[in-house]
């Protein structure tokens, strides 16, 4: 009865941000109903809101139940919150602050519980964070073509973070189930809380089978111009993140460019890839490009484990047959073949050009990637 209590009586704007931090901790992949939530506010009523580092202790303490929760939480909670310099200038504080700031917390936590974020300037700093959130989350949405040039490095960053806690998804050992393999101790006292800490459900862990092999194949020409650019900054970011990731450029021809995705900085990477001969913005000839890889590269590349990804429009200036038969020999090497398409989230679209009509009958998954959120939906694909 007390917890409920902690929604009703700190319904103000700090009640409202807590919660629409849980929501935005839950979209990036951390665990949490409503039983979360509501410790969350209790820890935030317990500790006030004048130490931003007290509360990312007590925040991470009440939500995170495993170890890769924990060490995902920080990274959330900066990029809800605020600036990561702020954090840090807040970490050098001196002990005698850090102790005044803590016997504080009971004239925060009266304010909270009275639905009131307190000053003017927290009411304003609680303005910015969720300000911060929705632009955030307009950029995740934002069509690539549509977006502007001072978008990119904040969009860059976003697509980082998010392809890191992917990639320590995707490469955990263990997957949580409900039946079968080793007792999972700590999920299952987890699961029980909200049941009065009776164990009734038991949680077990199975070993996750290896991540797959990843071999992506970029549409540089004309027609993808508006999407190429910051879909071979995904690749290199995924090349980053991911172990096992080979990758190629085409338009009338195919270049193999994994050795020049592993620069330090992505400058160094793009600076490097201008240099390429290969057509950027020219023709496309999609079955001669794949002709290209079953002749040179299938060999050593197409194996049981391998997903086989192709960024393209689909916008085809060779034969149709030729599409085909060439993806039905990749289909015959691979696990699985992805194909994404920009075009796909346009709600008018739909793939009658005589290239993309060929492919589809190959093609597993197919799907729209104009979006970083649409690219982050190729984790439930690998």
Not at 29 to 41: E, N, P, R, S
Not at 86 to 92: D, V
Request: contains cysteine; proline residues 3%.
């Amino acid at each position: 009865m007390q917890r409920s209590n902690v929604l009703a009586e700190g319904s103000g704007d700090a009640a409202r941000t807590m919660v629409a931090f849980c929501r935005y901790a839950r979209a990036q992949g951390l665990a949490g109903g409503v039983q979360v939530t509501l410790g969350m506010l209790g820890a935030a009523l317990c500790l006030g809101l004048a130490n931003r580092e007290t509360l990312r202790f007590g925040l991470r303490a009440a939500m995170c139940s495993s170890k890769d929760e924990w060490d995902s939480f920080d990274e959330i909670f900066e990029t809800f919150f605020g600036d990561p310099v702020e954090a840090k200038h807040s970490q050098r504080l001196s002990r005698r602050q850090q102790r005044r700031t803590i016997d504080d917390s009971d004239r925060n936590r009266s304010t909270l519980m009275s639905g009131a974020v307190g000053d003017r300037q927290a009411e304003d700093q609680g303005s910015q964070e969720v300000a911060g959130a929705s632009e955030r989350e307009r950029l995740r949405k934002a069509d690539f073509s549509t977006l502007r040039q001072d978008d990119l490095a904040v969009l860059e960053t976003i697509a980082r973070r998010l392809l890191r806690q992917m990639s320590a998804r995707l490469s955990r050992r263990h997957r949580m189930t409900i039946s079968g393999g080793r007792l999972d101790l700590r999920r299952t006292i987890h699961h029980s809380i909200s049941r009065g800490g009776d164990p009734m459900d038991l949680r077990y862990r199975k070993r996750k089978p290896r991540p797959n092999r990843l071999v992506i194949l970029l549409d540089i020409s004309g027609s993808m111009s508006p999407y190429s650019l910051f879909l071979m900054r995904f690749v290199y970011v995924l090349q980053k993140h991911f172990k096992q990731v080979t990758a190629f450029l085409f338009s009338t021809d195919l270049v193999e460019i994994t050795h020049l995705l592993r620069a330090a900085r992505l400058a160094d990477a793009l600076r490097s890839l201008s240099q390429l001969t290969t057509g950027w913005s020219g023709g496309t000839k999609i079955g001669a490009s794949l002709s290209d890889f079953n002749r040179l590269h299938a060999r050593k590349l197409g194996r049981a484990d391998t997903v086989f990804l192709i960024l393209s429009d689909g916008w085809d200036t060779g034969e149709p047959e030729m599409l085909a038969a060439e993806l039905a020999a990749v289909k015959h090497r691979v696990h699985k073949l992805i194909w994404l398409n920009p075009l796909l989230g346009l709600a008018d679209y739909r793939p009658i050009t005589r290239g993309m009509s060929a492919a589809l009958p190959h093609v597993d998954v197919f799907a729209p990637a104009h979006n970083l959120e649409s690219l982050m939906a190729l984790e439930r694909h690998l």
